[in-house]
């Protein structure tokens, strides 16, 4: 396959920017990770490497060490960033406010500085559908109103989105795709990569698949009394290969489509509502076991529902989420069994 862009990955070690990496290189990408380790393991990008067949370059650096990065930037030779590195745990965020702004927004603007810097133009940051809050209409457009952020991490994808579109509007030669993804999940279908949570899981199908796993007693379904079908929340449940593509998608679009716009969002989800008593009976069902759960009060801080309107993503973007929640409930459990294997 002819070469294509190098494109720079920060955060490259972690749940969605392996996976992205993988798929970068799968459409004939050259990729360069960049990583501090400080939520991953460099187990990931031997897992890269492993189904990818490339020698994919890593380098340890923190995106906030502003000399250290630049580095980075004079090593390799690239004119896309794939922006992923930040924190990510709402709990977490509202206990270390400052840790959170300061990691997220100071990574942020550092790459944006170097890329101005040296003369870089596209850059995807990893944005979520946290921004509208609450929402009063399913399914979320683009357009949707950003609602005020419930937590410090929530305020800080709020507050990059507007630093890169001011940046975008001032500094000429940057483009810019910020992708709004909704709940990702699952892992990729070798089981070499997949999501690696720190202690106890914060997320639920991290923690389905421990409890299936016999690492956790029993799951707690957080409220079964919300006003759904059933009494329990619902979200927009995204595969991560799925999303990993949609970066791919977006990196093609600004080397490609010289009428887009110079700075686009995109919702990144399927389109489809499934509520946390749903998803466990699937998981159930599809993996041929059962779990252990019980009802337990209401998570504080937790919306009813949200799901994604994808048409934007869609028609501008040409991508759809393809795999099923059957394949990727069932990729889930292969790569917490391999886990445990190792
Ligand atoms: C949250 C954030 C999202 C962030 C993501 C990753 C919000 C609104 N969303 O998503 O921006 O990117 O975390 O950290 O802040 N649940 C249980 N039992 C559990 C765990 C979860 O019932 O043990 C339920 C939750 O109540 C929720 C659903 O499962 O209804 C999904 O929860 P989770 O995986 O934590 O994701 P979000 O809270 O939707």
């Keep these: 396959m002819k070469k294509k862009a190098t494109v720079l990955v920060s955060g490259g070690a972690g749940y969605i920017g392996s996976h992205t990496a993988v798929e970068l290189i799968a459409a004939g990408y050259d990729v360069v990770i960049a990583d501090n380790l400080s939520n991953s393991d460099r187990t990931a990008v031997e897992g890269v490497r492993a189904i990818t067949g490339v020698d994919v370059p890593f380098v340890e650096v923190d995106c906030c060490d502003r000399a250290a990065f630049r580095k980075v930037f004079e090593a390799y030779d690239f004119d896309s960033v794939i922006h992923f590195a930040a924190s990510k745990a709402v709990g977490e965020s509202v206990r270390m406010p400052l840790e959170y702004y300061r990691n997220n927004l100071t990574s942020l603007m550092n790459v944006i500085d170097l890329m101005r810097e040296s003369g870089r133009s596209n850059i995807v940051f990893s944005s979520s559908c946290t921004v509208y809050g609450e929402p009063e209409k399913q399914p979320v457009t683009e357009r949707t109103p950003r609602k005020p952020a419930t937590s410090p991490y929530g305020n800080t994808k709020q507050m990059c989105e507007d630093i890169l579109r001011d940046s975008i509007a001032a500094y000429d030669g940057l483009k810019g795709i910020a992708l709004r993804y909704f ?66 998608a977006a990196i093609a679009r600004m080397i490609e489509d010289r009428n887009a716009e110079r700075y686009e969002i995109f919702n990144i989800g399927t389109g489809r509502g499934v509520s946390v008593l749903e998803l466990v009976r699937r998981f159930e069902q599809v993996n041929g076991l059962k779990l252990r759960y019980k009802i337990a009060p209401r998570r504080e801080g937790d919306i009813v529902a949200i799901w994604a309107d994808p048409t934007r993503a869609n028609e501008e973007l040409g991508w759809h989420a393809e795999r099923s929640l059957d394949e990727t409930l069932a990729a889930a459990w292969a790569w917490e069994r391999r886990v445990r294997e190792a």
């Design 183 to 248: 709940n990702p999940i699952g892992a990729h279908p070798s089981a070499l990569i997949g999501e690696q949570p720190r202690g106890v899981p914060q997320n639920l199908v991290p923690y389905i698949t421990q409890t299936a796993a016999g690492i956790r007693e029993c799951l707690s379904v957080f409220g079964d009394d919300y006003p759904t079908p059933d009494g329990s929340c619902i979200r927009d449940y995204i595969d991560v290969v799925d999303l990993a593509k949609a970066h791919v």
